[in-house]
């Protein structure tokens, strides 16, 4: 993306493309949510495409902002746009807003915002444009402009107010996911659903894959259709799988339907396997690469500060077609071994092709056994055709194996049931 500052007011009517350079639509507002200590975090632009229908563009579709144009992945969601909870459109809700700079004793309008993509890749508000009260009495004269930071300005509130489910999602906005989990599961139920209504769909994904089971499920009934399957796209599939597993047939092929056709492609082909084998555990979406490729490549691929610490551990190596289910499995090269080699060897020289993968079919437990007898954080997933259909995870495998409350921190560890012995060179999760 481009690392330019860029103001929601001019960009408002750019022409949104798809990478082959075919016109999408135009922006129309940009969609952020609000954090308690940072400024307010972009993510999504509303695009106008054919019809005059109004669509969300998630920001992690968005490869290029530059002047005049928005460059996309090509994937668009053409569900008319809805503003869930926590979130706020510039354009319509931030823009003509009052707020008061620095001591609270000079009051100014939000004129323009601008936007700006921080060291992790994320946008976020930048400064704000604001206009002061006019000094003149000429009815011609307007105030004088000048520009602040989103910390040095605050809005109007009235004291004494009880604090709103907004306000309290603003204040869990840097809890990690897992103690934003358990927070969330410790407020009284109406409050909870207050709460899950104005949380971002990222945010409440994130969220519910550090639940139990049981507490997803009554979550998403209690949203509606179309959200919970925008919840479900933001999952990780194989999180995305264990929800609709336990739901009926009837409800899962509904929300299977709401989803994403690429999404929902990935967790049909999860629900095929059983809960407790290497099918249905691995995730569907390991870095697949050519032999042809070069180790830079394979580096900025693995930089991405959305992928996974696991996934990103290693890439595997594999005959045409690159996507899950690939061709046939060559081998693996590990992130280490990529670092001793210059940036422009080819993947397909230093290979590791010693370590066996697993079957789809294999057990959880031999699956752990494996990652503990090589001190391996990921392993390659194949089918009988020897064909890459996925890469399990360490942290897979001990959130099946782990007591089903293990994220309780009352849990009694001695009255905890044992985890098989098979994995016992594997450290517990705390």
Known sequence: MSTQRVFVARLAGCTVFDPAGDRLGKVRDVVVIYRKDDPPRVVGL?????????????????TSIATGQVITTGLINVRR??????EVRVMAELLGRRVYIDDGTVGAVIEDVAIERNRLGEWDVGQLFLRKPKTSASPFAKGPTTFANWG??????????????????????????????????????????????????????????EMPEDEQVHILESLDDERAADILDAMEPDDAADVLGQLSEEAREELLDLMEPEEAEDVRALLKYGPDTAGGLMTPEPIVLSADATI???????????????????VFITLPPYETPTGRLLGTVHFQRMLRYPPHERLGAIIDDT????????SAAEVARMLASYNLVSLPVVDQAHRLVGAVSVDDVLDYLLPDDWRSHDVDEEAAPPVPTTTASIPRRR
């Open 46 to 62: 509303v695009v106008e495409i054919p019809g005059r229908r109004h669509v969300f563009v998630s920001i992690g579709r968005v």
């Open 81 to 86: 746009f809805q503003e869930r909870g926590g």
């Open 152 to 209: 040095d300005v605050r809005e109007d509130a009235t004291p004494g107010e009880a604090q709103s489910a907004e306000q309290l999602v603003a204040s869990y906005s840097e809890l990690k996911p897992a103690d934003l989990a358990n927070t969330l599961l410790d407020l009284p139920e109406e409050r909870l659903f207050e709460v899950v209504d104005e949380l971002s769909d990222d945010r409440l994904a994130d969220a519910l894959e």
């Open 296 to 314: 830079a490549e394979a580096l900025a691929l693995i930089r991405r500060h959305e992928l996974h610490p696991a996934l990103a551990a290693a």
């Open 355 to 362: 370590l066996e993968p697993v079957p789809a079919n294999a």
